[in-house]
């Protein structure tokens, strides 16, 4: 535990020594503004809930989040300290959640900053808040499940570039496995029951059960079972390349 | 054991691939049993059975059973049709748990072609046919140890937010054998619709949803407008727009009062809903028992409220066409009656060319207010409500009274007959049936047009079954009155639930400020533009006699108000441009806000931040 939490400090402060931080947020917050006020229509639909600000969240993160994760594990190993790393008397599961979650709490730091949308519509309007904090439990959810993903695939490789594009890919799948036309698809080539089991696995249908204000146990044990596959994979990988390495 | 364990995890793809079936099948159980174990967040406890609901399945006598039907498989492809199958799933397990084994539940998933499905069918459901010419069903069939049977043929999405309702009503529609009478006497077609019986000879009748929905819970008698007494098993009389009534059937209506009779009544000083192109007034009046019960309703009149003004469309569809009508209302939460068990539960009611009431000076009765207008309100002539109604004219005109005016209100309390004489020359003795005095228990509405369809329901035609679509909740009003007077309380929390809009506050307030502020300056545009017309007209029809041209005075004179024409009519643009401007701006403003200001301060603290190492590392 504590050695997860030295990782945890070291980690999240490694996020703002560098420019690259300060630019992502600044990406994140000026991307949902637009597409909540432009796309959404936010303003000229003149209803008191934030439908159009969590709306496009599963695609903003298919972009951002990856760009998140790309380094956790890609650049130690480019730098070569993730041998030193893995020989420090540390368990790898301990590096491995220190790890996740400082950059889980750097996107909580990012959904966290669009606090204003939330302040403007109570000012707006009476809007059901109960409904807006299940929507970000839900968009935080969602968005450690990418995470966890990315970092997986960030380890993987040296190339942090590879690492975000694998990472966007299988994002992608997990998201668009919810999608009418993929189900579609599927229909033909499975069998019904399997075809129910892709759609189960989609982030979209928990994300959306998510947004209506009621918090389902079995949609919050979704994404942490996939967070804990994907972290359980994350450590599989580092740990056959230290045997490897 | 052990061994196994080792080799596994000494081959990194044997151990990711068992992870994968682990997470797999989680994922699958966690879909199957931990679904329905949720907390509810919304305000209003939209996913929480009501008190209402589980006093209802509480009381079942008798077990019911429900078979619900959904084509879970056929679904998968529509991931909204797929949750809200199972939501529905959820809700249904949720009453069977909670009806102590009363409730019992089967869900079944017809195959296609299969008798499972025939037996959807027999049930009375609606399947949705799918292009690859199978049937997809999400509807449910009831029935009791009896022989009651219901069913709801297909659930649809647009009602979500009223299954509870729905199911509750299903239960309700079981046993029959309990519904209460209510006696309707109405001079509205609320049977056959606008079209009245013509219609329905030639099968266009559309009955009013609200009489619809009534018929549904009541036993409804309606009594011809030539009744000489009210059905003696009548346990709620509604009184709707009635026709004019002769003394006797008055004195009917006040014997069955007072003798503690519930009654509902809805007056009108000009009802929309009777012929909405009238150019006369059709008001509806009841005597002089308005008097004995403590109350008067100003004849003639009609209630305009800036306020509670609704938008309407009138005529064209530019952005100018969007009206404040004073005399449609829109009745929000702060002017329903919070505290009475009726209107606390009920979130908006629209209203149409209403009345107001005023209490009698001496009154015995106790008038409670359920619906009362804004304070930026007054009366008006109720002829300025027919015809071609000019909206801005009336917005112009309204000079507010500073009163909150009474549309509704509960009478009740000792009341005494508004025929003293007849009381003692037709029956001398009590016992003979007429009574003097009496507690009395009714409800009295300005306004009967809230019965009309189009003034709060949209009503669709799904696979041939009509579909209404509450955008008022003028129908959970009307029934929760009927049932609250009526003794029934069961299902009053339900029938209100999730009709709540939630608009703009703050811009529909910023409009109607800018409509007041703009309104008179626009008046004295509008004004000199008419003079400058009209001036222009006299001018141009002058021509001297013996002439074919104007002389250059005249030229010059035409061509003044030509362009004072032109430019008062580019004022006049400016005044509504502005008008949308200001409102439109606030929308850039808080773009702005939203989009921009955090990055900007977080621009600034990254820019510092480096300031303050650089000048660190230089020092």
Known sequence: MKDMMTIFRREFASYFATPLAYVFLVIFLV???????????????????????????????????????????????KSGTLELLLTLPVNTGAVI???????FAFTGLALAMTLPIWITVNWLGDPDNGVIVTGYLGSLLMAGAYLAIAAAMSALTKNQVVAFILAVSVCFLFMVSGLPMVL???????????????????FLAHFENLQKGVVGLSDVVYFLTVIALWLGINRVIVESKREAG | MGNLMSRLTARPGALIALMVLLFLSVTILGDRFLRGVSLDLTEDGLYTLSDGTIETIAALGEPVTFDLYFSRALATPYPQLLSFGKRIEDLVATLAS??????????????PFSEDEDRAVEAGLKGVPLSDGSTLYLGLAARNAVDGEASIPFFSQEREQFLEYDLVKLIGSLSDAGKKRLTLLTALPMQFGPGGPQAMMSGQAQPYVLYEQLREFYDVQEIAEDFTEIPAETDVLMIVQPPALNDDQLFAIDQFVLKGGRALVFLDPHSEAMNPRAMEPSPSALGVLLKAWGVEMPEGKVLGDAALAQRVQMGGYGPDSVKDYVFWLNIGKSNLNADDVVTGTVNTLNLASTGVLEPVEGATTTVTPLITSSSASMLFDASRAVGMPDPDGLMRDLVSDGKNHIIGARLSGPAKSAFPDRVKVDAPTVDAGGVAEGSIN???VADSDLFDDRFWVQVQNFMGERMAVPVAGNGSFVLNLADHIAGSEALLDLRARGIARRPFVKVEEMRR???????SEEQALEEKLQSAEQRLAELEGQVPEGQTVFSPEQEAEIERFRTELVETRKA????????????????????????????????????????????????
């Open chain 2, 442 to 444: 009714l409800v009295l």
């Open chain 1, 97 to 103: 959640a220190g790890k996740y979650l400082a950059a």
């Open chain 2, 513 to 519: 400020e800018a409509d007041a502020h703009y309104r």
């Open chain 2, 98 to 111: 909670r009806s102590g084994g009363k409730i019992i539940l089967n869900v079944i998933e017809p195959e």
């Open chain 1, 184 to 202: 579609d698809t599927a229909g033909g080539l499975l069998p019904g029951p399997l075809v129910g089991m892709v759609a189960d696995l989609s």
């Open chain 2, 572 to 619: 006049l643009r400016e005044v509504k441009r502005e008008l949308r401007a200001e409102i439109e701006g606030l929308g850039h403003r808080l773009a702005f806000i939203n989009i921009a200001l955090i990055p900007i301060l977080l621009v600034l603290a990254a820019l510092g931040r480096a300031y303050v190492r650089r000048r660190r590392t230089a020092g």
């Open chain 1, 31 to 77: 991307m949902q503004g637009l597409f909540t006020f432009y796309v959404g229509q936010f303003y000229e639909r003149e209803q008191a809930d934030l439908v159009s600000f969590f709306a496009y969240h599963p695609w903003l993160y298919l972009f951002l989040v990856p760009a998140i994760g790309m380094r956790l594990w890609a650049e130690e190993r």
